[in-house]
């Protein structure tokens, strides 16, 4: 039997797994009806083929979500605590959001200008995160794309280093894994057609010796890192690690790119600021505009002057950063209206106090079933995963990766009015979840594992 299902009858969840697929499709007519109807001319019958990987038999369809529910096209309301995997991070569709949008509409949407709102947005950016320059994209995929150009090109270097089992979006360059130790191109990378191992270079998270000796050839550009391991499962640092690493990183002449698209959970000014780590560049996507498409990317004076310096020197002609809606006026007033207005001090507070709540409780569902399970909460952020202790690196979280009970426990959820985010078992509250909403999803989690067991 896997590892992770030690403590559990697997005839009866595979029991439990057929019959809640068939009352998912009892229950959702309506949506059955639309996605036969999307199959006719969407490819794989979905507007994104990973809209497949939840745990239901057909995908779901939503027909209207706000603050922290959404209600699907055949009626049934559900406590939303997967929010759009952070892109709804505070909630679906914000009151301050929705008039800025509002507003704007009648106003332009995109003119390849600045408009009033891009100076405010900077200025705050600035403030928040302590780096003085900043600029737009769309995504985050985006964003870290623009940075790892604009510092290839600063440097004169052309290796990147990331952590294994990382995720920065759909960037062609982080697709690359250990392997038995060896670095290893992902094979589910369609249509990569040259080795990105000559210029990526991977290492496990929390591992100081792995990180300065691939450092030690003075040819690595920047490292790009999340705080936290987010997407294989929570990954927190270990004590010291980020001290120790920054130090590492800058006396082999590297730079620090930290993404916080997840990890904005910490606090208004993300973890890196929080737990005193000095980027040289910052990435921010999803939720920083309140779901409108946008992302932001900021440097350090020092970074800056060396980006400029490289684009003044450069030949005439397209950088190769930036898109013609990059800063468009929609996404910088929603933005504007979101940073000033949504993530706040207090809206953090009711997130991080209501997260404990549900960490704590669902420690107790866990050690009342007797499984041997972990939780782990960053900020918003809470996790459940298959295993007594967090993983310390991406090889250790994936091999505790069982996606065929994630999605037992998912359905089961999701058929009781409550969703979860797909891709393993993270859990986001938001300025509109509540006390109750928490007590509910315990309620239903507890029912689940007593029926594994």
Known sequence: MHSTRNGLNWQRAQALAASERASYAARNPVSAQLAQQAAAHLL?????????????PFALT???????????????????????????????APAPVAAAIAHQSQRGYTAMLPSHDAAPVAAELARRF??????????????????????RAATGRSKILVFNGCYHGTVDDVFVDLVDGVATQRDSLLGQVYPLTEHTVVVEFNDLAALEAALAQGDVACVLAEPVMTNIGMVLPQPGYWEAAQQIIRRH?????????????????????AHGIEADALVLGKPVAGGIPCAVYGMSAALAARVEQAKRTAPPGHSGVGTTLSANMFAMAAMRANLEQVMTEAA???????????????????ARQQLPWCVTQVGARTEFQFCPEAPANGTQAEAILDSELEHIIHLYLLNRGVLITPFHNMLLVCPDTSSADVQRLLAVFEECVQQLR
């Open 130 to 151: 302590g780096l003085p320059y900043w600029q737009f994209a769309l995504s985050a995929s985006d964003a870290n794309r623009f940075v790892l150009r604009w510092l």
């Open 44 to 56: 794989f019958g979905v507007p994104m083929h990973w809209m497949n990987d939840w745990s239901t």
């Open 253 to 273: 002449g590297s730079l620090l790119v930290m993404d916080e698209t997840h990890t904005i959970s910490s606090g208004p000014a993300g973890y890196a600021r």
């Open 62 to 92: 939503v027909d209207a979500a706000s603050g922290a529910r959404f209600r699907d096209a055949d009626g049934h309301d559900y406590v939303d605590f997967c929010l759009g995997d952070t892109g709804a991070m505070f909630g679906h």
């Open 348 to 366: 953090y507070a009711h997130m991080t106090a209501l997260a404990a709540q549900l960490a704590q409780g669902l420690r107790e569902v866990i």
